[in-house]
């Protein structure tokens, strides 16, 4: 009974904690306009980041409590989510997706590269700082690229009435005072840093209660809430027919979880992992259901409902598989 109210504690903690960040994201789309720093390269951060501020925030303050093997679960859980938990939904929720073949040559190649990177690095058992920092380098590097390919991109999609248009458009005409957003946006972080500290105190709770690693708890639960906003995010963007927004969202999500978010938890406090059975079988599990992805989408360029069914599935036996061992 402990354990249930534990992981129902985990799950609102998270909804509060996703609740919050939209108003994070919203106090710096507001305050760019109000300072005249340049709305586009703004926008682009809060387009490659919005949707991560959770996992950046469990994966910080797991770092700065010591318990770096909680922020590597919780961002190897979250990617293997996006990739099966996610699409999946989506794509059987919604119908079939269509894939832009440039995006299959392109940035798919880019995601399975940074999300297997952490994999390669820490097989000696450990995440070191200058581990992190080769992350984060890589992190700046994709940043510095992704700039000046969609600054052309925006300028293009922006000749047309489509969903990155009209973001684009509501974002340059939001109005308020700086004394406000300012306000708004520091009691967010504050309100963020004090949910995650509570996730985290109570992620260790529940592992030590049911005898599990924490890490599993990182990878299941805290991951799953953690996802909510690229499931809310991907569901908006197909209904809105953008197949483009929705591939892009969840692949630039899986970057920055992988580069940014691990290599900063690394730099804080280097990861020794634990568990290393469960996270080794987490590991091939990201790359397995990886290719699964990639290959439904190369074959005909479009994600079929039984296919998502299929990422479904294999996301289900993921966790089973990671509790039977």
Request: proline content about 2%.
């Amino acid at each position: 009974m402990m354990a249930l109210a534990l992981i129902i504690a985990l799950f609102v903690l998270t909804f509060v904690l996703i609740k919050v960040s939209d108003h994070v994201v919203i106090a710096v789309r507001r305050l760019s306009r109000a300072t005249h720093i340049s709305a586009f390269v703004l926008s682009v951060i809060i387009l490659s980041i919005g949707t991560t501020l959770p996992e950046l925030f469990v994966s910080t303050t797991s770092a700065l409590n010591g318990l770096s093997s909680l922020s590597l679960g919780v961002i190897l859980g979250s990617n293997i989510a996006n990739i099966a938990l996610v699409t999946g939904i989506a794509a059987l929720t919604m119908g079939s997706i269509r894939v832009d073949s440039n995006f299959v040559k392109r940035e798919i190649w880019m995601a399975l590269a940074a999300g297997a990177l952490p994999i390669l690095l820490i097989v000696d058992g450990r995440l070191s700082r200058v581990d992190g920092l080769i992350l984060l380098a890589i992190y700046a590097a994709y940043t510095t690229s992704f700039l000046k390919i969609k600054f052309r991109e925006i300028i293009e999609s922006n000749k047309k009435e489509n969903f990155v248009y009209r973001f684009w458009r509501r974002l340059n005409h939001i109005e308020s005072t700086r004394t406000k957003e300012y306000g708004r946006l520091f009691i967010g972080i504050a309100i963020l840093l004090f949910c995650a500290d509570l996730i985290v105190k109570t992620a260790i709770s529940l592992a030590s209660l049911v005898g599990v690693p924490v890490f599993l708890i990182g990878i299941v639960f805290v991951a799953i809430g953690t996802s909510l906003p690229e499931l809310a995010f991907a569901l908006r963007a197909v209904k809105d027919k953008e197949p483009t927004m929705f591939f892009g969202n969840l692949l630039g999500s899986t970057i920055i979880n992988s580069t940014l978010i691990v290599g900063l938890a690394a730099v804080i406090s280097p990861i020794q992992v634990v568990a290393f059975n469960e996270y080794l079988v987490s590991g091939i599990f990201f790359v397995a259901a990886f290719l699964v992805f990639w290959y439904f989408i190369k074959s005909k360029l479009r994600l079929e409902r039984w296919e998502a069914a299929i990422l479904l599935g294999l996301y289900l036996f993921f966790v089973l598989l990671e509790f039977v061992l």
